[in-house]
């Protein structure tokens, strides 16, 4: 079957501009996480909904991060006025119920000029 | 924060060797998996491993944990080109909750 599809693959922005990153999980899995992979930071985690539950936000670096899932399906990160520091590649990963193997997508790859 | 620190960073080996990392954590843990990343986008996952066991075996791979020392090893066994990637372990404090990952060992098999 599908796999966790994310877009865009790339992402190209200027500073200061607002940004969103999409993530289709996988059918019928019911956690979402976001994590970030930066040159200096290395894997982190950002954001994690579990079905109907508030959204786990612990990871999110700034308040100029946000992210929403809509009706326990598709995600959006946003980051609004992109700094230079956000360039890295946003992962989005999902796991069906009661399991906690991650399934992760290929990622976007976010420079911010 | 990373919870966990891998060495080597680096590894290269040539095909048909082993391949060995190891993996430290601070905090305790539900479980420990590994993950493999080729060329830097999606991370695939290969075995996890549960806090109340001490050694899991998958194909190729080998896994231990000791929680008394807060580590884990992947042992790769006969090492093939394709295995060329970066390799990461990480950890969770519950099911289902978020993976906080070591630094990554990046693996190089020369055919």
């Known amino acids: 079957g599908a796999g966790v599809s994310q877009s865009p693959s790339n992402k190209v922005t200027e500073k200061g501009k607002d940004v969103e990153l999409r993530c289709d999980p996988i059918?019928?899995?019911?956690?979402l996480y976001w994590y970030r992979q930066s040159l200096g930071q290395g894997l982190e985690f950002l954001i994690y909904f579990q079905g109907n539950s508030a959204p786990d936000k612990s990871g999110l670096p700034s308040d100029r991060f946000s992210a929403e899932r809509t009706g326990g399906s598709v995600s959006t990160l946003t980051i609004q006025r992109t700094q230079q520091e956000d360039s890295a590649v946003y992962l989005c990963?999902?796991?069906?119920?009661?399991?906690?193997?991650?399934?992760f997508g290929p990622g976007t790859r976010l420079l911010v000029l | 924060s990373q919870q966990g620190e891998e060495d080597p960073q680096a590894l290269s080996i040539q095909e048909g060797e082993n391949a060995t990392m190891n993996c430290s954590y601070k905090t305790s843990i539900n479980n420990l998996q590994w993950y493999r990343q080729n060329s830097g986008r999606g991370l695939v996952h290969l075995i996890l491993?549960?806090?109340?066991?001490r050694e899991k075996h998958s194909g190729r791979l080998r896994v231990t944990l000791d929680t008394s020392k807060k580590s884990s090893s992947l042992l790769i066994t006969a090492s093939r080109a394709a295995d060329t990637a970066s390799y990461f372990c990480a950890t969770d404090k519950a099911a289902g909750n978020k993976l906080t990952f070591g630094g990554g060992t990046r693996v190089l098999v020369k055919p």
């Open positions: 059918s019928g899995h019911t956690a």
């Open positions: 990963a999902s796991s069906p119920p009661a399991r906690e193997t991650q399934y």
């Open positions: 491993i549960r806090s109340n066991e």
